[in-house]
């Protein structure tokens, strides 16, 4: 498990195994501002890839269903069009990847599930997209935890996290909204100050850190209407999920 | 509607209107035999993309859910992941994709729901994969339809379909079988004679041919167990359905 790591950097950058589409397609070349600069992942055959967050990773999974690889289990979102791709155009690497998202979860909710939905599936891969719900849920009354407390929580779990699993390659996608449906003003300021902690909180943590944000900001400045990527605002349309999808590979390396 | 069309021929080639990434990438270039040479499709903006078949398209998406674009409506096969990146990739063409596969479905199906959920639907771009139950409810006792019994109704349903809707992208997709699960050694040389007459059916309507079995075909002699590209032989994984929507792409060159 530990033949590809490099002892130099103790975060998850590693030596090149194999070439991806994205880099190859010049999709990388479009990601910019990233913490790390795009190159191949390399990553040990067999290896499991979770994906943790919110409703927007959930995207209607099974979740009486624990398998790993199976389509109704990966919902619909982006982890599902990323472990499809993924799985194939790399099928010797016979990856196992799971979704473990869960509609309306804040960061007190992936704590309070840690154990049994990430460390003791021991990923290899650990992408988590999280926040947004922290400030939906605060703006409807239904919880106060400050942008404060979304920092040093999601801080504290990324820590929890890396002295579980030494060797994890960590993936932070960057909170994102589209300025139509549910999200009005009222998000504004505070929304882009949860945004700035959650990449200042995956610098920290040496994660990978995937600009959702920017790039939706890209896309509807081309010309396309919010909703054409997030109807409500939040929950992104199949085209949205694939412009995450294609994000997320881009930086990621596979 | 009719201003991207060549008149030069009767099949639903078109002057170039956009490059694809499945083009840019050699991916193209991996798929030989097929009917039309590779080249960018022209799609008029507002377009209906029609995909219909049997489970392995229907996929598990919501039956009751008939809008375009919808995450839960377009299943979680081929077309979702077709849809997704082609919504990704293409705003500007505000294309509506619809999924009408039904599982169970073989030729004597879909002909008895053809105007409602074909003609009427009006597609630009109509996408066909069916086949696989014409010989497996036949080998279970349940149908007695024979390999000629599927080519003349398959011929006649395309040519009702040019006939209702003359400036049709007509998109036929190769039934396949991986040789595991349910698929044995009763199925041969039968589904063999059927795909063969499903790829002349194709190319007397002057359809685009997507040649999914070959690419299965290529990928198993690559080194890839059959069972993870289809668990049973006849229903894909997300790895099988990813390499189906990127088959189809370069094919149809969108």
């Known amino acids: 498990m530990t033949g590809f790591r490099s002892s130099s950097s103790g975060i998850s950058r590693r030596r090149a195994l194999f070439a991806t589409a994205a880099t190859a397609t010049g999709a990388a070349s479009a990601i910019s501002g990233s913490l790390a600069a795009v190159q191949p992942l390399a990553i040990a055959p067999g290896s499991v890839l979770l994906f943790q967050g919110d409703s927007i990773t959930d995207a209607g999974r099974d979740r009486n269903q624990p398998a790993a690889n199976h389509a109704a289990a990966l919902g619909r979102g982006y982890p599902m069009l990323t472990a499809a791709a993924v799985l194939a155009e790399h099928p010797q690497l016979n990856l196992k990847v799971l979704n473990r998202g869960i509609s309306g979860n804040k960061v007190p909710d992936l704590e309070a599930r840690w154990q ?139």
Chains 1, 2 share one sequence.
Not at 131 to 156: C, M, Q
Not at 185 to 212: G, H, I, M, S, Y
């Open 116 to 254: 049994a939905d990430c460390l003791d599936l021991k990923p290899a891969v650990l992408s988590i997209l999280i926040g947004v719900n922290d400030i939906w849920h605060k703006l409807n009354g239904k919880y106060d935890g400050t942008p404060e407390v979304y920092r040093d929580s999601f801080a504290a779990l990324l820590q929890r996290t890396r002295e579980a699993l030494p060797n994890l390659t960590l993936v932070i996608c960057e909170p994102f909204v589209l300025r139509c449906g549910a999200v009005n003003d009222t998000w504004f300021p505070e929304f882009e100050t949860r945004r700035a902690f959650a990449e200042q909180v995956a610098k920290e943590a040496n994660a990978l850190w995937v600009p959702f944000q920017k790039k939706f900001d890209e896309a509807v400045a081309g010309g396309t209407a919010p909703n054409y990527w997030a109807a409500d605002g939040v929950h992104p349309t199949p085209a949205g999920h694939a412009l995450m999808a294609q994000t997320w590979r881009a930086v990621v390396g596979i």
